[in-house]
């Protein structure tokens, strides 16, 4: 009978709550990453309704390699809020029944304690309910702050809420929403299996994957953000952590706006913007010409060799005027001889004499000019570059690998039964280095051996052909 009465008088106290004030009342906006939802369009506050549940679930974090995630609604980051300044919003918040964990959330946008965390602080199978108002405009993540806090957002516990501010935002063509987050993993990078969380690295910010949006690769290769010429992109970016600040950086253009962390504050013309950990930016540009931009965090190894690489594929004419695309090439003899030393150095270029020295030279060559997109190994990078350890594209045909050194490479491709769609640039290497560096990869990593000769890469670049990918295999 107690018991009954106080559950009808919480009832009474949750029912008020959810009619408290007399604002309209909606759902939020909301939308699974990499989608931002629609612009707002009502010009009044509402009471927005948002329901959350937060799920552990396994998913992949790169190819081979899995991981228990915590996550808000199942993805990494979270489902994206998007509410008006002024707005009530009343918060729903449901741990599945399958959890493991209490789970709470912080939301940056929230003024008051916590930013609503010991509110929403919720036991597997039940949930929360509070209210608060959005008083100020911006991007904010929010996160779980449930203890071990960090371990709680190492494991996936965050995403972004806008608060759009009253007048509104400039429309703009494409909105993508892209959240940075590291993880620490008990094997290293590219380790197969299911990977548990490795506290020590966490607490010695040793993280093991930087990626965008959960997982390597996840805004890369055939789930690559996509763009037209001549139109207006607006990123709104945010960082997880739980540690490391970004250096958020896009390849080939540059921020016309960034809202300065995610704030009022605009500044114009940028490179590369930095994201805290625990912060944001909104950055917007307009795509001229077509191509792939490359989204990094520009600590640059964490893109090449930890995962935080994204691309996005813009598509639409060429616009030579802002743009040539290579133009020219010939050879730079800046001592106008045929004589190739090494300034400095007496010693004369060193030409390979035997296969093993072909192997070795090769090797050299790997590790400066291919290593950095290719990798160590030759592994490759799940959905952007091909591996070239036992690359059956590699062994079928060695002319064609040839041509692929000397005139680049891009279209769809398939390699050991994975598609990419990338593009390689023609690296301008000598006809012994492409003779050194392919022989070199066909006599490791398990591929089917065989020797090039400089003579044939003299052959092949008279013939001049360039590879069409899409024809390759
Ligand atoms: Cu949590």
């Known amino acids: 009978?107690?018991?009954?009465?106080?559950?009808?008088?919480?009832?009474?106290?949750?029912?008020?709550?959810?009619?408290?004030?007399?604002?309209?009342?909606?759902?939020?906006?909301?939308?699974v990453p990499p989608m931002v939802p629609p612009a707002i369009?009502?010009?009044?506050?509402?009471?927005?309704?948002?329901?959350?549940?937060?799920?552990?679930?396994v998913m992949p974090i790169?190819?081979?390699?899995?991981?228990?995630?915590?996550?808000?609604?199942?993805?990494?980051?979270?489902?994206?809020?998007?509410?008006?300044?002024?707005?009530?919003?009343?918060?729903?918040?449901?741990?599945?029944?399958?959890?493991?964990?209490?789970?709470?959330?912080?939301?940056?946008?929230?003024?008051?304690?916590?930013?609503?965390?010991?509110?929403?602080?919720?036991a597997p199978g039940h949930t929360s309910v509070f209210s608060f108002k959005v008083l100020n405009p911006g991007l904010y993540v929010y996160h779980c702050a449930t203890a071990p806090v960090g371990m709680h957002i190492a494991n996936g516990m965050y995403g972004l809420i806008l608060v759009e501010p009253k007048e509104g935002l400039k429309p703009v063509d494409r909105e993508y929403y892209v959240m940075q987050g590291e993880f620490y993993t008990k094997g290293k990078y590219g380790e197969a299996g299911l990977q548990p969380f490795d506290m020590e690295k966490a607490i010695n910010e040793l993280a093991d994957y930087v990626v965008f949006n959960g997982s390597v690769g996840a805004i890369a290769?055939?789930?690559?953000?996509?763009?037209?010429?001549?139109?207006?992109?607006?990123?709104?970016?945010?960082?997880?952590?739980?540690?490391?600040?970004?250096?958020?950086?896009?390849?080939?253009?540059?921020?016309?706006?960034?809202?300065?962390?995610?704030?009022?504050?605009?500044?114009?013309?940028?490179?590369?913007?930095?994201?805290?950990?625990?912060?944001?930016?909104?950055?917007?540009?307009?795509?001229?010409?077509?191509?792939?931009?490359?989204?990094?965090?520009?600590?640059?190894?964490?893109a090449f060799n930890k995962g935080a690489l994204g691309m996005i594929n813009v598509e639409g004419a060429e616009n030579p005027a802002i743009y040539s695309g290579k133009q020219f090439d010939q050879v730079y003899l800046p001592e106008g001889s045929a004589i190739q030393s090494i300034p400095g150095e007496t010693q004369k270029l060193v030409i390979a004499s035997s296969l093993t020295e072909q192997i070795r030279f090769g090797q050299r060559v790997y590790e400066t000019n291919c290593q950095a997109c290719h990798q160590a190994g030759g592994t490759g990078i799940p959905r952007a570059f091909p591996p070239l350890a036992k690359s059956d594209y590699l062994n079928l045909d060695h002319q064609r690998a040839i041509d692929v050194l000397l005139h680049g490479m891009s279209g769809k491709v398939v390699v050991n039964g994975e598609q990419y769609d990338g593009s390689m640039p023609a690296i301008g290497l000598s006809d012994h280095d492409i003779a050194d560096v392919l022989t070199f990869l066909l006599n490791n990593w398990d591929?089917?051996?065989?020797?090039?000769?400089?003579?044939?890469?003299?052959?092949?670049?008279?013939?001049?052909?360039?590879?069409?990918a899409d024809s390759g295999h």
């Open 62 to 122: 790169a190819d081979g390699v899995d991981y228990m995630f915590w996550t808000f609604d199942g993805s990494v980051p979270g489902t994206f809020i998007r509410v008006r300044e002024g707005d009530e919003v009343e918060f729903h918040l449901s741990n599945h029944p399958g959890s493991k964990m209490p789970h709470n959330i912080d939301l940056h946008a929230v003024t008051g304690p916590g930013g609503g965390a010991a509110a929403s602080f919720t």
């Open 221 to 302: 290769g055939e789930n690559a953000l996509v763009a037209n010429v001549g139109e207006t992109i607006r990123l709104y970016v945010g960082n997880g952590g739980p540690n490391l600040v970004s250096s958020f950086h896009v390849i080939g253009e540059i921020f016309d706006r960034v809202n300065v962390e995610g704030g009022t504050l605009v500044n114009e013309n940028v490179q590369t913007t930095l994201v805290p950990a625990g912060g944001s930016t909104i950055v917007e540009f307009k795509v001229d010409v077509p191509g792939t931009l490359i989204v990094v965090d520009h600590s640059i190894f964490r």
């Open 41 to 57: 369009t009502r010009d009044y506050p509402a009471r927005v309704i948002v329901r959350m549940e937060t799920v552990e679930k």
């Open 447 to 468: 591929n089917n051996g065989g020797q090039i000769a400089p003579e044939q890469v003299v052959q092949r670049r008279l013939e001049g052909k360039s590879v069409q």
């Open 1 to 31: 009978m107690r018991r009954q009465i106080i559950m009808v008088a919480l009832f009474l106290l949750t029912t008020c709550n959810l009619y408290a004030g007399n604002l309209p009342v909606e759902d939020a906006l909301v939308s």
